[in-house]
């Protein structure tokens, strides 16, 4: 994430399943449902892409904390570190690659997809170049928590622009409609594996990748009432 991204939605118009932001799963009664761009495109596109900045901003953040991140950040940062490619382009490469793994569970992206992989990828790797690693525990604690808490926040944002899904939730929700798993059981199973992987590649767990599984999701719950656009908010 980092990150990240966008719905996906397994929802109704009240008290909905959903999985947000390449993170987690939380009921919300906020109608999340997919619209169509051409409905509010300035209001909602600026929203998709304000999301997008701050979602990749916190990314930087964590990594920069040296505390933990989580698991797909795990797998991003040891590929990084393997293969010399930056953060950020490991996680647009990776985006592509889950994005292909939609074409066989016949998962269609939206332009909140496409946007997902580009912005983030970009943005994380220039906040993480002008952002020092602190040396002192204070500050990298400091850098975990906000890092976590503005993911929470951008996740609702970029999720309430209801522009698509992130490569990663289409990937968990179409694994889901095809092998009728719950959506909780293919999650775990795929960050299980993204997790063990990229720590054996070397990437950083720790700390924070217990406190970001445990806060993301009540921290989207809680922003997203506030941030989803809607037509009555117009």
Known sequence: MSGKGPVDWLF?????LVIVGDVASVKSPVELSPVPVTTAPAVRLTQLLLGLAC?????AMMTRSGLGLNPWDV?????ADRTGLTFGTVTALTGVVVLAAWIPLRQRPGIGT??????IAVVVDLVRAVLPQPQHLVWQGALL???????????????????????????????????????????????VVVLA???????TVGLGTVLYALAIGP???FFL????WSPKRR
Do not use: C, K
């Open 12 to 16: 109704r118009p009240s008290r909905s």
């Open 55 to 59: 979602y990749g901003t916190s990314m």
């Open 75 to 79: 797998l991003h940062e040891g590929v």
């Open 114 to 119: 496409v946007a997902n992989v580009l912005v």
């Open 145 to 191: 928590l906000g890092g976590i808490v503005l993911n929470g926040l951008a996740t609702a944002v970029y999720v309430g622009a209801r522009l698509g899904p992130g490569p990663r939730d289409g990937l968990m929700t179409g694994l889901s409609a095809r092998t009728n798993w719950s959506v909780r059981a293919v999650r775990t199973a795929i960050e």
């Open 197 to 203: 992987t990229g720590w054996l590649l070397g990437g």
């Open 219 to 221: 921290l989207t719950q």
């Open 225 to 228: 009432p506030h941030v989803t």
